[in-house]
């Protein structure tokens, strides 16, 4: 067997304490989510080789790596907004196949929520002023007012209506409610979603993901250390990513985000069709973004995300095709760049330990076999996508 063939395999995920986390730093977090996914796969740290963080420290990985106790060969630091756990997910499975690491740990941790309540920080509208958002942000061009504008790209130029999108919001608080590790678990309605205080036309407050602390952490390691581990393998089919624009003005279309292209190339390198998918877990910092990336993704047609989300398509629980089954960004956590909790909900899902939001195949009604994790960063600036599958 040469390196290159290789086959790569998720074998432990975790989440650190998520929700209101008052009494954690974020080192804390990363750690705290590490000990759980190499628990769960039941490795010692001495096989972890490789290392991928980013988004803490001023050397990031190499604090985060510090404060752990490695010592990696191989590391990733790669920062692209919400999609950079898969975009590293990628590059950790291509290191693997290649024989340049042999188990490779993915962590992240946040007190987004805990930082504002104390004082430590506060809400920032937008990335910084340098570089090409200076000709953007002195005209009050927020982050939020970003995503705001290219949803209403979309119901201009393909009747989508407000309704259709806080059916989203609706469908993620419903299966939240499945999950007890959900921050927000109490049911919704459209008529709450479309009577909420306006954040950015046409987002009120329901739109909006939550702010919450959380950790999460996924261990990819190649074929040969499978029979060692306490779970079952999920493998990676295929990964793909894509990187769009960082000026509004030089995004040719608001009504297809970089998804398109990750996930064909995703899809493509897994030999599957969207069609044979049985869950998608997609980046949700705001309803809108679920819309588009099932349009993108090739589960409806352009323009038909719209009526794609209607009669309950998104449901754990008579869904045609269950979407961010833990609740997603908008009900379940979001500390942040929140792309590898969709890993870990994804590996969840695979292994059959969804529990109450447990997913069900669409052909058989036996444990799915196919999923995809798309994740969306900046505002709509980049996308990263993988295909998992069990045996």
Same mark, same amino acid.
């Given at each position: ?130 570089? *090409? ?5 002195p005209y009050g061009h927020t982050l939020i007012a970003k995503y705001a504008m290219a949803a209403r790209r979309h119901m201009i130029e393909h009747g989508t209506t407000i309704e259709q999108l806080a059916e989203v919001a609706v ?30 036309? *046409? ?17 990819l390691a190649a074929e040969e250390f499978v029979r060692d581990c306490r779970t079952a393998p999920v493998w990676v089919l295929g990964t793909g990513e894509h990187v769009s624009h960082a000026a509004m003005s030089e995004w040719p ?81 979001? *500390? ?10 994804a590996v969840r899902q695979l292994r059959g330990e969804g529990g109450e939001r447990q997913v069900r195949g669409r052909r058989d009604g036996e444990l799915p076999r196919l999923g995809v994790a798309s994740a969306t960063g900046g ?13």
């Amino acid at each position: 067997m040469t390196p290159a063939s290789r086959k790569v395999a998720v074998v432990g995920v975790a989440l650190a304490d998520c929700g209101r986390v008052d009494d954690a730093t974020p080192y804390a977090l990363h750690a705290q989510a590490a000990r759980r996914a190499l628990a769960d796969a039941g490795l010692d740290r001495e096989v972890v080789d490789g290392f991928a963080s980013a988004g803490l420290g001023t050397l990031a990985p190499v604090e985060v790596a510090e404060y752990l106790g490695l010592r990696p060969t191989w590391v990733d630091s790669t920062s692209v907004g919400g999609s950079t756990w898969e975009v590293m997910a990628a590059h950790a499975a291509d290191a693997i196949a290649r024989g340049h690491a042999n188990a490779v740990l993915l962590v992240y941790g946040s007190t987004a929520r805990a930082d504002i309540r104390t004082g430590r920080r506060t809400g920032n509208l937008s990335f910084g002023a340098r570089g *090409p958002l200076q000709f953007e942000v002195p005209y009050g061009h927020t982050l939020i007012a970003k995503y705001a504008m290219a949803a209403r790209r979309h119901m201009i130029e393909h009747g989508t209506t407000i309704e259709q999108l806080a059916e989203v919001a609706v469908q993620a608080r419903a299966n939240a409610a499945l999950n007890p590790e959900a921050m927000f678990r109490a049911p919704i309605t459209v008529d709450d979603v479309l009577a909420g205080p306006m954040i950015a036309d *046409p987002f009120t407050k329901l739109h909006c993901c939550i702010r919450s602390d959380g950790g999460a952490a996924v261990l990819l390691a190649a074929e040969e250390f499978v029979r060692d581990c306490r779970t079952a393998p999920v493998w990676v089919l295929g990964t793909g990513e894509h990187v769009s624009h960082a000026a509004m003005s030089e995004w040719p279309d608001f009504t297809t985000g970089p998804a398109a292209v990750s996930g064909r190339l995703a899809f493509e390198r897994a030999g599957v069709r969207p069609e044979e998918i049985d869950f998608a877990e997609i980046y949700d910092a705001f309803t809108y973004m679920t819309l588009v990336t099932l349009e993108d993704l090739g589960f409806c047609g352009k323009g038909e995300g719209g009526a794609f989300v209607e009669k309950g398509r998104l449901l754990v629980r008579g869904g045609e095709l269950p979407v961010n089954t833990d609740g997603g960004g908008l009900s379940a956590q979001h *500390p942040g760049m929140r792309g590898l909790f969709l890993l870990v909900e994804a590996v969840r899902q695979l292994r059959g330990e969804g529990g109450e939001r447990q997913v069900r195949g669409r052909r058989d009604g036996e444990l799915p076999r196919l999923g995809v994790a798309s994740a969306t960063g900046g505002w709509f600036c980049s996308s990263g996508t993988v295909v998992l599958g069990r045996d």
